[in-house]
């Protein structure tokens, strides 16, 4: 299945039914009066989150979405019929914007959740509507009026626990591969990973989703390689995990360096994200002959690195277990902070019980 993160569509609600004028005419009911009914309200676009999609490829083909129009208002009272709502599947994670200014109009950021992003136009009165003491046979009835109309971004950023970055044939996919019933493409060459992939690693008693996103080089946020474009998937995770291959890269720190800079260069708070950095290819001899001189540069500037091979499992299971803990406390200080924030905002969550 192709992947595909970001489309165009326009949206439009159906318009409201014409109302009608009507006169009721009936054997021994001459003086009947108006009895002309409403038009039916325009239907909604609707747009839910589905954890069973993780694509937006079907908008490639589907670039316009219409919900139905209401019906027009009948004689006799007879109201018009509701127009059909256009219940549209996205995945879980969709963003969508304005396209015109790219201002955020909705987050659909859990699953099941479900907004109207186009509503209907409301129906046109019929004329049984303005009956009043002085006017017994009003001759006017509205138009429906029009249902909304968008032009819309659709941008999605996956949902995951752990983000990997690192340079090219840095083993993010070998990783993800290891831990998680994912089956990315594995090759010796830069940029095999072309793009994100999603993987669900079993930990002790919980599981964590992983993100595997193409790599990085000097000067990605200028464009350069695949640039920064798969980089809004890490924006939701809680915790970076950054591979530097020590089987290949003479400088370790100059690789750390180089990609920190990039996420800095992208987004602030991307890089600011709790990371922990591990060296693979342990079984590689050269990791091995350069591991006692990185692990000492990393600590030098306060870091720990974690050696791992995914080839052959060697620190793997420790490795995991320190991400899954600080994705846990990562993810249990949002939430501390996230009800401290409600609570100072809603003057009644911080009374005291009497």
């Known amino acids: 299945m192709k992947f595909v993160d970001e489309v165009t569509v326009a949206v439009k609600a159906g318009d409201g039914g014409r109302g009608c004028m009507a006169f009721l005419r009936e054997k021994y009911r001459p003086h009947g009066g108006p009895i002309g009914g409403d038009g039916g309200r325009g239907g909604d676009v609707v747009f839910v989150a589905d954890e069973g999609l993780n694509t937006l490829l079907d908008f490639r083909f589907q670039r316009r979405l219409e919900a139905g129009r209401g019906e027009h208002g009948r004689g006799k009272g007879q109201h018009g019929a509701t127009g059909a709502s256009k219940r549209v599947r996205v995945p879980?994670?969709?963003r969508i914007l304005?396209?015109?200014?790219?201002a955020l109009l909705f987050d659909l950021d859990a699953p099941g959740r479900e907004v109207v992003v186009a509503a209907g136009g409301l129906g046109g009165r019929g004329n049984m509507r303005f009956v009043s003491s002085t006017n017994r046979a009003p001759r006017r009835a509205d138009p429906g009026l029009p249902g909304q109309a968008?032009?819309?971004?659709?941008?999605?950023r996956l949902l995951a626990d752990v983000g990997l970055v690192g340079l090219p044939n840095a083993g993010k996919s070998t990783f993800i591969a290891a831990v998680s019933a994912a089956r990315p493409r594995i090759a010796d060459y830069p940029f095999t990973t072309l793009v994100p992939n999603l993987g669900v690693a079993q930990v002790g008693d919980g599981t964590i989703v992983l993100a595997d996103v193409p790599g990085l080089i000097a000067g990605a946020h200028r464009g350069q390689g695949l640039g920064t474009r798969f980089l809004r998937h890490l924006a939701r995770t809680a915790v970076l995990v950054h591979l530097i291959d020590l089987g290949s890269v003479r400088d370790p720190l100059a690789a750390h360096d180089t990609i920190a800079a990039?996420?800095?260069a992208y987004d602030a708070a991307l890089a600011a994200k709790p990371r922990i950095v591990a060296a693979t290819k342990l079984d590689v001899t050269e990791a091995r002959e350069q591991l006692a001189?990185?692990?000492?540069?990393?600590?030098?500037r306060g870091i720990a690195l974690h050696a791992v091979s995914a080839a052959t499992g060697e620190g793997m299971p420790e490795l995991m277990h320190a991400v899954a803990d600080l994705v846990a406390a990562t993810r249990a200080a949002a939430s501390a902070a996230a009800d401290a924030e409600a609570a100072h905002t809603d003057p009644v969550a911080g009374l005291a019980a009497p």
């Open 150 to 156: 968008l032009e819309l971004r659709l941008e999605l």
């Open 293 to 300: 001189a990185a692990t000492a540069a990393f600590a030098a």
């Open 98 to 102: 304005d396209a015109a200014s790219g």
């Open 92 to 94: 879980v994670g969709t």
């Open 262 to 264: 990039e996420l800095a």
